[in-house]
């Protein structure tokens, strides 16, 4: 069975920082790209960053470009997102993903085949 699980949210002050992991878990994806988004209660999930298969190519919302950092290590079928100078607008449900689509990066949900279950970052001002 494949599983992405998340950990790492939590309630922070603004301008705070925080890391969320992501380890997947039944097969690996290191030839996918893999990717982070967040919601907030009654919007649609938005796209905050992606990564390339090999972690040669990022991508990000503008809304967090120079804010937050993707990353991912192989040998521990994870991928990170380094979160620092947190806003209140920051706040909400941050989800992993994974596609399965080989190569390519991608910021549509359409692409992303295997989802967590969500970490909940909360950011106070």
């Known amino acids: 069975q494949v599983r992405l699980v998340e950990s790492g949210g939590d309630s922070v002050q603004a301008g705070d920082s925080l890391r969320l992991s992501c380890l997947a878990s039944g097969r690996t994806f290191h030839s996918n790209a893999m990717a982070w988004f967040r919601r907030v209660p009654g919007k649609e999930r938005q796209f905050v960053a992606a990564?390339?298969?090999?972690?040669?190519?990022?991508n990000y919302a503008d809304s967090v470009e120079g804010r937050f950092t993707i990353s991912r290590e192989h040998a521990k079928n994870t991928v990170y997102l380094q979160m620092n100078s947190l806003k209140p607008e920051d706040t909400a449900v941050y989800y992993c993903?994974?596609?399965?689509?080989?190569?390519?990066?991608?910021?549509?949900?359409?692409?992303?085949?295997?989802w967590g279950q969500g970490t909940q970052v909360t950011v106070s001002s």
């Open positions: 990564i390339n298969w090999n972690g040669g190519s990022t």
């Open positions: 993903a994974a596609s399965t689509i080989n190569g390519g990066i991608y910021s549509n949900t359409d692409q992303y085949f295997y």
